[in-house]
C-alpha cells in the first residue's frame, strides 16, 4: 500500500516515484526505453510494473506543454520500443525541485479510484497524502 501512495504526486516536485526513477536513470544519460527499464526496475524492492507500464509512464513525461522527456522512438508493431530517452532541460528542473511537474505540465491520470486533475489534485508527502 505504501509503494501506491507513492505513485500519487511528490508534494514538491509533482513527481510520482516512478516518475522520478525514469528521471532519475535519464540524468545519467540518454538511454533505450529497454535500458530504461531495467534501470529503473533496480530501484525496487519488488517487482512493481511491466515494460508496457513503464512505457506509458514514458509518454505522460514526453508529453505536455513542458515535456520532461524526449523520446526519439521507433515502433515495430507489437514490440516495445527502440531508440533514445533524454531528459529534458524542464525534467531537470522538476528533478531538481526548481520547477513542479504539475504547475507546467498540468497532467491529468487516475490512481485506482481517484482521478487527479489540476483542479482536483493530491499530494503524497512521505507520510500522508494533501489535497491542494
Not at 509512464?57 to 524526449?70: E, F, N, Y
Amino acid at each position: 500500500m505504501h509503494r501506491m501512495l507513492e505513485e500519487f504526486p511528490d508534494a514538491r516536485t509533482g513527481l510520482s516515484r516512478s516518475e522520478r526513477q525514469i528521471l532519475d536513470v535519464l540524468s545519467e544519460g540518454p538511454r533505450s526505453p529497454g535500458q530504461a527499464f531495467v534501470a529503473c526496475a533496480k530501484f525496487e524492492e519488488d517487482i512493481w510494473m511491466g515494460d508496457w507500464s513503464f512505457w506509458m509512464i514514458v509518454k505522460r513525461l514526453a508529453g505536455g506543454a513542458r515535456p520532461l522527456v524526449a523520446a526519439e522512438v521507433v515502433r515495430d508493431g507489437e514490440r516495445f520500443p527502440d531508440g533514445t530517452l533524454t531528459i529534458t532541460d524542464a525534467g531537470r528542473s522538476v528533478l531538481d525541485g526548481r520547477a513542479d511537474h504539475l504547475a507546467i505540465n498540468a497532467p491529468s491520470r487516475w490512481i485506482g479510484g481517484t482521478q487527479l486533475t489540476p483542479e482536483r489534485q493530491w499530494r503524497w508527502n512521505g507520510s500522508s497524502l494533501l489535497r491542494t
